[in-house]
């Protein structure tokens, strides 16, 4: 992808992230990025007077970016506990990260510690409960586990050893992953409505599988067809991706 199109993508995942999370462009906004990989949506940020802070734990990202744009807030850190202060952004955010990280527990709590009561945390990652897999560009079935899901990529042929270092990442994973921070945590999204508002053919032409693109836009042509595929892949959650959105509430004496 070349780099007008990355800065098109950065820029619309800001966009989407601030609707979604219902926040305006405020200045005085803080906002932190687990994985700034290229650095393009803290850039956007800054560009947008934000308060913006990147975490990232690959060398090579981290020194390509502090090159590139050392106007930016970048930190390099273990992937464990994240060296800031409590309570310090209004929002958190992390763009195809859960399903690479050692814990999607340790993410989900260091977001809430870092959280200013009121916040959001907005992550987006692939749903292995649908029917793609964006990592091997290949159809996927739903039900498939972590051992499942193996054997199938080495029956089509495409399995590597990078499929050890993904995390199969769900629904369930993501409530189960919020459920003991129930009092101070509230899921606003799994991404279902984003889905539905996103299903249009500029985002149908970004699907890297030709074979389930087609299938899109036959669908986004059938009239009553694409409101119940629509329907039908929401209910059952095997819509794609996943947006996790969940509220820091104040925790109760």
Known sequence: MDIKKKQQKALYQFNSCLKACQLNTDKSLHILEFGFKDGLFLNVCKEAGMIATGLEVCQGHYDQVTKHYPQLNTILYDGNKVPLADESFDLIVSFQVLEHVGSIDTIINESLRLLKPG???????????????????????????????RIYLKLLGRYSEYYETLNIVKP??????????????????????????????????????????????????????????????????????????????????
């Open 119 to 149: 916040g959001i945390m907005y992550h987006v990652c692939p749903n292995y409960h649908s029917f793609y897999e964006g990592h091997f560009k290949v159809l996927w079935l739903p039900f498939l586990s972590e051992k499942t899901g």
């Open 172 to 253: 369930a994973t993501l409530r189960q992953a919020l459920k003991k921070h129930k009092n101070n945590a509230q899921i606003l999204s799994l991404g279902k409505k984003q889905f539905k508002q996103s299903f249009n053919l500029e985002q149908i032409s970004k699907v890297n599988h030709k074979l389930l693109r087609g299938l899109l836009k036959t669908v986004y042509y059938a009239g009553p067809v694409k409101w119940l595929f629509l329907e039908l892949l929401t209910l059952t959650g095997t819509y794609y991706p996943l947006i996790l959105i969940a509220k820091k509430q104040p925790v109760k004496p």
